[in-house]
T-cell receptor
Framework: AVRMAQSPSSVSASIGDRVTITCRAS??????LAWYQHKPGKAPELLIY???TLQTGVPARFSGSASGTSFTLTISGLQSEDFATYYC?????????FGGGTKVEI | EVQLLESGGGLVQPGGPLRLSCAAS????????MSWVRQTPGKEMEWVAT????????YYADSVKGRFTISRDNSKNTLYLQMNSLRGEDTAVYYC??????????????WGQGTLIIVSS
């Protein structure tokens, strides 16, 4: 199975900050990487797919990039509604696997 | 608007069965693979199972293979997860998720709000 090592597990940030979250895959997954935002009690929301393609309706302050087996989610100019937990997920092969999550908090 | 509504969660004893349902609306249900994903009490996300639009070709996580069965009724726009021989480590919030396109291995474009299952005596 492809293991997704996500870091950091939590980050403290302020409104307006730039936040970077990283996922490293244990093997090559090309660009088959998605990012989700999850708030307590709510349905997770897709932010980015294919490593860097923004899902329709997602604010442009969210961006994704890839370099080899390392993938990055960047939030440029953190807003109050961005405080949540973020997960990466590979869909290159079964079993589908997620990173451990990053909680973005004040 | 895509809507996915899970039901069937609750408290169940170890070794017991439980069936989850996910009522789907707002899209052509039979065209899309559907999945179950769970979030553990430790907040880890774990993929559980995926089924193709036609109901064939199910895929399972090793942790549930042989105990859980994913199925769908396209005439009712409903996805199911039959869970048998439940264990404490199956305690989680279970989410129904819709694939983005028609491929059998994809990311999840839409999710339900989840249903909680607690396995405990």
């Amino acid at each position: 199975a492809v293991r997704m090592a996500q870091s950091p597990s939590s980050v403290s940030a302020s409104i307006g900050d730039r936040v970077t979250i990283t996922c490293r895959a244990s093997q090559g997954i090309k660009s088959y990487l998605a990012w989700y935002q999850h708030k307590p009690g709510k349905a997770p929301e897709l932010l980015i797919y294919a490593a860097s393609t923004l899902q329709t309706g997602v604010p442009a302050r969210f961006s994704g990039s890839a370099s080899g087996t390392s993938f990055t989610l960047t939030i440029s100019g953190l807003q109050s509604e961005d405080f949540a937990t973020y997960y990466c997920q590979q869909y290159y092969s079964y079993p589908l696997t997620f990173g451990g999550g990053t909680k973005v908090e004040i | 608007e895509v809507q996915l509504l899970e039901s069937g969660g609750g408290l169940v004893q170890p070794g017991g069965p439980l069936r989850l349902s996910c009522a789907a609306s707002g899209f052509s249900f039979s065209r899309f693979p559907m999945s179950w994903v769970r979030q553990t009490p430790g907040k880890e996300m774990e993929w559980v199972a995926t089924i193709s639009g036609s109901g064939e070709s199910p895929y399972y996580a090793d942790s549930v293979k042989g105990r859980f069965t994913i199925s769908r009724d396209n005439s009712k726009n409903t996805l199911y997860l039959q869970m048998n021989s439940l264990r404490g480590e199956d305690t989680a919030v279970y989410y129904c998720a819709k694939s983005a396109y028609g491929g059998i291995i994809e990311y999840f474009q839409d999710w339900g709000q989840g249903t909680l299952i607690i396995v405990s005596s």
